[in-house]
Every structure is written in C-alpha cells, then in structure tokens.
T-cell receptor, first 114, second 112 residues
Framework: EAQVTQNPRYLITVTGKKLTVTCSQN?????MSWYRQDPGLGLRQIYY???????DKGDVPEGYKVSRKEKRNFPLILESPSPNQTSLYFC?????????????FGSGTQLSVL | GENVEQHPSTLSVQEGDSAVIKCTYS??????FPWYKQELGKGPQLIID?????GEKKDQRIAVTLNKTAKHFSLHITETQPEDSAVYFC???????????FGKGTRLSVIA
C-alpha cells in the first residue's frame, strides 16, 4: 500500500530535550516536506526536499532541522524544543514532477512541549 | 509572496444540499490550485486539483471552478453526505517554482 509513515503518532516532551520525528515513504517520491498545523493558521511549511541531499527552508523553519540522506526518509529534528513548537506535524511527499503537486500526507504527529 | 484566503471558516449544510467553499489568491502567476480534505485524526488528502488553463473540473459530486481574472477559485460539493464532513483546505502555487500556500481551512458539517 502506498503510504507516508510518520512516527511517533503522539509525543509529549519537555523544553530543551532533543527529539526526532521520523517520516518514510514507499512510493519512490522525489519530493518530501514537513508542515505544521495550528488552529486558525492552517498548514504552514517548515522544510522541504526536492531530492536526496537537497533541502530548503519553508515558511517557518526556525527551531527545526531536517536531513535527506536517503530518498525514502526525511526526519524532522527539534534540537531544543520550546512550548511554541507544540503543534500537529505532517510529513508529505509527491512524485516531484511539479514539485508540489498531488501531495501524499502522513497521519500526523501531535507534539506537546511542556 | 502568495497569500490565500478561504471562506467560510465553518459551514453547516443539510444532507443532500450543496456546499460551496471559496478561496482567493494574490499572486497572478499562480497556476495550480488543489483542494485537500482532512478527516478527523488523519492527514489531508487530495480530492481535486485544477490548473489555470482550465476553468472548471468535475469529479462525481465534486467540482472546482477557477476565475483567473478575479483570482478566485471555489469548491462545489453537490448532494452532500455525512461522510463529506471534514476540514477542507484550498491551496495555490506556481508549479515547480514555489511551494503550496494553503488557506486556513473550512470545517464542513453535513447534518443528517
């Protein structure tokens, strides 16, 4: 089954404790991206990657890191989480012909930073 | 940069009625306009998309219309059913060059 898999689904942590949210896709997609979803603000892009070893900032990259060492994986790293990073996070991928077209989203990771 | 505004933020309709959600965009260079549906506890799922060289596109009970002159596009759902209840997001981009910019979403409730 074609899918984007995120882990964990729920995460509660404390301020300053480094964490990683994993994302993996099995569709051989070139393009992958991370979004955060906050009430009243919709979906905002954090980082994206057009291909292996190529990453770029989205609209809200501060406080986040990403890496794209393999085509299928695109982890999101919070080196020192803060309460304002409490949010619902989505990983997405697409074939990449248009870069941003026909995105497939994961099921989300609800992060709470205390 | 691109800015997408979406209205209304909430919409309630009776089962069987039609629902219309409208979005406006600011960048006249945008040429790709998708709509995503997000059910409770799930990630957004693409339901329909349209390019700027097309004025209307239909897929069963769902249709999207685009007015390039006015820079707005709309999602039309006919014969609504309870399973249409979800949050709907519109988005816009200039394909291949700019990331998708999403509207803030519309929570649609279909009342049986």
């Amino acid at each position: 089954e074609a899918q984007v898999t995120q882990n964990p689904r729920y995460l509660i942590t404390v301020t300053g404790k480094k964490l990683t949210v994993t994302c993996s896709q099995n569709m051989n997609h070139e393009y992958m991206s991370w979004y955060r979803q906050d009430p009243g603000l919709g979906l905002r892009q954090i980082y994206y990657s057009m291909n292996v070893e190529v990453t770029d900032k989205g609209d809200v990259p501060e406080g986040y890191k990403v890496s794209r060492k393999e085509k299928r994986n695109f982890p999101l790293i919070l080196e020192s989480p803060s309460p304002n990073q409490t949010s619902l996070y989505f990983c997405a991928s697409s074939l990449g012909t248009g870069g941003y077209e026909k995105l497939f989203f994961g099921s989300g990771t609800q992060l709470s930073v205390l | 940069g691109e800015n997408v505004e979406q209205h209304p933020s909430t919409l309630s309709v009776q089962e069987g009625d039609s629902a219309v959600i409208k979005c406006t965009y600011s960048d006249s260079a945008s040429n790709y306009f998708p709509w995503y549906k997000q059910e409770l506890g799930k990630g957004p799922q693409l339901i329909i998309d349209i390019r700027s060289n097309v004025g209307e596109k239909k897929d069963q009970r769902i249709a999207v219309t685009l007015n390039k002159t006015a820079k707005h596009f709309s999602l039309h759902i006919t014969e609504t059913q309870p399973e249409d209840s979800a949050v709907y997001f519109c988005a816009a981009s200039y394909s291949g060059n700019t990331p998708l910019v999403f509207g803030k979403g519309t929570r649609l409730s279909v009342i049986a």
